[in-house]
């Protein structure tokens, strides 16, 4: 079946400029995560959700940043006020079960923003 | 906390050669570890899942070991591929299912 999508695969945005970023799991799988890749570095996690309760939000680096995922599926990850400093790539990866850590996780090809 | 740590950052061998990626991780209350293969561009890819309760997993010629009590990991890639170019990363499974990632190593195999 299909893998994890992202959109858009690349996004070039102004300081200041607000941003949305999407990501569509393998169908059926209960939980989902972000992540954030600076140039060099391995990612770190953001957010995770099972089905659309948002659990942990502790790695967000600001309250520029908020995810959701009304519907338990389709995700959306905003940056307000873009900086700098938020340039990297964004992962998501969904899972089939939920909690524990037990379970491997699939990840998409990501977005890679920029932010001039 | 838990941090993960990979060795060597960078590695360039000959086509043919067996290898050894190293991952050491400071928490050894950890439910599982995953070993990922990263293109330049691309997203991960999963390549070796180790459950908390085994010792290694093997697929075709990979396979990974697991020594919690060490807080150790090793990835042998045997007779390397040009193919097999890419960043590798290892990461660990805390509490509430996100992963822990190490910064890479960076693996160059020269035909």
């Known amino acids: 079946g299909a893998g994890v999508s992202q959109s858009p695969r690349y996004k070039v945005a102004k300081r200041g400029q607000d941003v949305a970023l999407r990501c569509d799991p393998i169908?059926?799988?209960?939980?989902l995560f972000w992540y954030q890749q600076a140039l060099g570095q391995g990612p770190e996690f953001l957010t995770y959700?099972?089905?659309?309760?948002?659990?942990?939000k502790s790695g967000l680096p600001s309250d520029r940043f908020f995810a959701e995922r009304p519907e338990g599926s389709v995700s959306t990850l905003k940056i307000q006020r873009t900086q700098q400093e938020d340039s990297a790539v964004y992962l998501c990866?969904?899972?089939?079960?939920?909690?524990?850590?037990?379970?491997?996780?699939?990840f998409g090809p990501g977005t890679r923003l920029t932010v001039t | 906390k838990q941090e993960v740590t990979q060795i060597p950052a960078a590695l360039s061998v000959p086509e043919g050669e067996n290898l050894v990626l190293n991952c050491s991780f400071t928490?050894?209350?950890?439910?599982?570890l995953q070993w990922f293969r990263q293109d330049p561009g691309k997203g991960l890819t999963s390549l070796l899942l180790?459950?908390?309760?085994?010792r290694e997993q093997t697929s075709g010629r990979l396979n990974a070991s697991l020594d919690k009590s060490s807080g150790r990991s090793t990835l042998y890639i045997a007779a390397s591929q040009p193919g097999d170019s890419a960043t590798y990363l290892c990461?660990?499974?805390?509490?509430?299912?996100?992963?822990?990632f190490g910064q890479g190593t960076e693996l160059s195999v020269k035909p």
């Open positions: 990461a660990v499974f805390s509490t509430g299912g996100k992963l822990i």
């Open positions: 959700f099972q089905n659309e309760a948002q659990l942990d």
């Open positions: 169908s059926g799988h209960v939980s």
């Open positions: 180790i459950q908390s309760s085994q």
């Open positions: 928490d050894s209350a950890i439910y599982n």
């Open positions: 990866a969904s899972s089939l079960f939920d909690l524990a850590g037990s379970y491997e996780q699939y």
